[in-house]
């Protein structure tokens, strides 16, 4: 039973660049740059694939979930990081801050899963090219999608619900620059324990679970190609992953760190950087390495820069 001394925490103090005071100009001009790069980018590549037939693949499909999601994960977590860089004491109300953790924890899950069907499309289309048209229909490609985005958000759903019905009475100050799980968690008046280890065990196989099945479809991919006699059709083949591989690193490698390892839980800085990577430099690289490396995107924008020039 609470003391009825102790007061119900109605907001929460953002401590994550406090710190910077000096250079808070500078770190807002980045961070909006590099915000507005990623949306528009991101933004860009669903036009792209929308607009033209020729990538209406469950490949682009795919691609298309993956930069919707990359536009809702940043957007999420941005606008009111660049908010509260400017402000003297930065808060955000409770409920503010439970619905930015399930927004956060749903859409990085539902990245798992979709980062998981893209290695199983690519797969599927190198190992098993005479089959990929029957495995890989439409159809297929978008119950798979749908399966994502519903699985993510059902996933991190309870474990919310038991967030928001811990008891908060004081400090209420987070040292992150976002509502993240578990600072939130050490400002618990009572023992998170049991909240702690649901929560690790739940990223644990989410994280885990998805980075094991896209390495096993990378596994499959490499076996493969060392089998393509021409070093030319390895090349082309090696291309088509190369992209979809350095994002897989990027976020998983930080995510993991992150929520699985139990060294950096309590590394507050390390905690603060490692975030950046998944929060900010992967949604910023998706644009850029899903056009610049591949030549159907490069085909299908070139096209339709004439068409709008020709139309102006």
Sequence with gaps: MTDSNETAVTEFILLGFTGVKHIKLLLFAIFLSIYIVTVTGNIVIVTIVYGDVHLHTPMYLFLCNLSCLEILYISNIIPKMLFNIMMENPTVPFTGCIVQLYFFGSLGSTECFILVV???DRYVAI????????????????????????????????????????????????????????PVLKLSCKNAYTMETVSWILASTILLGSCLLTLASYVRIILSMVKIPSSKGRQKTFSTCTAHLTVVIIFYGAMISMYVSPHTVNNEEFNKVSSLFYIVVTPFMNPFIYTLRNQDVKQALHKAIIRTCKFN
């Design 118 to 120: 893209m290695a199983y």
């Design 127 to 182: 190992c098993k090219p005479l089959h990929y048209s029957l495995l890989m229909t439409t159809r297929t490609s978008i119950l798979m999608s749908l399966c994502c985005w519903t699985t993510g958000f059902i996933a991190t759903f309870g474990a919310i619900i038991l967030v928001s019905h811990l008891h908060f009475c004081g400090p209420n100050k987070i040292k992150h620059f976002f509502c993240d799980l578990q």
